[in-house]
């Protein structure tokens, strides 16, 4: 098993910056990518972003691209996702998750989740 511990949510202003981070233990031997989503209230989690463990290659979403930055630090096991340029609309809970598989681009097939971390923007 690998478990998943998202930080770094909280109340911003539009136009603002947050950066979340999500810390990996367990089996993170068994993972190769890992990456974001979030849910907003009332609708469906949405795939944010993926980043290869290995060699770092990254994936976003038209509706994030340029605004966020995913990374890792091979060291700690620790995924960061950088929000930049804060909407409101970008208000959700956001979900560090982790899979077994190399393949970046898709988004059904991820194994681990982690609990969540509110981000609320203010207008």
């Known amino acids: 098993q690998v478990q998943l511990v998202e930080s770094g949510g909280g109340l911003v202003q539009a136009g603002g910056s947050l950066r979340l981070s999500c810390a990996a233990s367990?089996?993170?031997?068994?993972?190769?990518?890992m990456g974001w989503f979030r849910q907003a209230p009332g609708k469906g989690r949405e795939f944010l972003s993926a980043i290869s463990w290995s060699d770092g290659l990254t994936y976003y979403a038209d509706s994030v691209k340029g605004r966020f930055t995913i990374s890792r630090d091979g060291a700690k096991n620790t995924v960061y996702l950088q929000s930049d340029s804060l909407r409101p609309e970008d208000t959700a809970v956001y979900y560090c998750?982790?899979?077994?598989?190399?393949?970046?681009?898709?988004?059904?097939?991820?194994?681990?989740w982690g609990q969540g971390t509110q981000v609320t923007v203010s207008s």
């Open positions: 998750v982790a899979k077994k598989s190399w393949v970046l681009r898709t988004t059904s097939d991820y194994d681990y």
């Open positions: 367990g089996r993170t031997f068994s993972v190769n990518v």
